[in-house]
């Protein structure tokens, strides 16, 4: 909340409402502000939309990907934003929701789509990926060392029968992991699920796109913050927030500059915000996350 600089009166975008946790915030703690809330989740936003309801039409639910953003507005008639919130990955609902698929402690059916209704599903990755496909998506996006031999023991197992469930696929990843390194860095299973996650929802080309349009869209003054979990994820974030800053981009050596670049926007901490202790002891889901944040020149 402190990072988007509230003020009354302004028009705020939460693209990822959830459980409208930061949306109920921002209206709470403001006057005759406007709140677009986006998911993708029709569950959410039925929950989102009860605890919302104390607020009227101030609140304006809208399902869709956040990286529609500009779609979105330009269907509710509203050309610029005072600021936008992103609290990226799977939502604690979706996980504590066993039969989604998302969780690696819950026996389901895979699925992970966070669009119940649209697009492929973990089952069709697991099933339908050649070992080459699955290999470079645990590599990547899961940033996990064993991702060759998790993709062999997947792909040999459904010769047999396809692979169904959350618990079978952890027991496949399982077997591809050397016993010694299953010991070491929490759940076996994490890196390879969050791999399957986002190539399910697409989130890193989403999250690209969504950067540079929920930037473009804010007022001058408007602030940008964005939640993180993961190095993929805040590795665009930080990239492309440092893009936003620079100015000049002529050689050092050059007397005057010549390029006229000026900065876009510049950043409202130094260095990323992370959980405190506090927070970290009732909250322990908190303990990846990073928080940007930038306001536009």
Known sequence: MQALNLKDGGVYVDGTLGGA??????????????????DRDNDALQAAGKRLEVFGDRAILCKGNFCEVSRILKEKNISGIDGAL????????????GERGFSYNHNA????????????SAY???????????????RDYGEEKFASAI???????????PVETTFELVELIKAG???????????????????????????LNSLKQAVKDF??????????????????EDRIV???????????????????CVCGNKPKGKLVFRKPVTAGDEELECNSRSSCAKLRAIEKI
């Not at 992991?177 to 989130?203: S, W, Y």
């Open 109 to 120: 059916r895979l699925d992970m789509r966070m669009d119940k209704t649209s697009g492929i």
């Open 215 to 232: 930037f473009d869209l804010l007022n001058p003054g408007g602030r940008l913050a964005i939640i993180t979990f993961h190095s993929l």
């Open 124 to 138: 069709d990755v697991v099933n339908t990926y050649k070992k080459e496909e699955l290999t470079a998506i645990f």
């Open 177 to 203: 992991i050397p016993a010694r390194a299953r010991r070491e860095g929490g759940h076996p299973a994490k890196r390879t699920f969050q791999a399957i996650r986002i190539e399910v929802n697409d989130e």
């Open 238 to 256: 930080k990239t492309a927030f440092n893009e936003y800053c620079k100015g000049c981009t002529c050689p050092p050596d050059f007397p005057i």
């Open 86 to 97: 992103l609290d990226l990955g799977v939502s604690s609902y979706q996980l504590d929701n």
């Open 21 to 38: 946790g930061h949306s109920y915030q921002i209206l709470n703690r403001t006057k005759n502000t406007k709140l677009i809330g986006i």
């Open 151 to 161: 993709a062999s023991r997947i792909v040999s197992a459904r010769e047999t029968k």
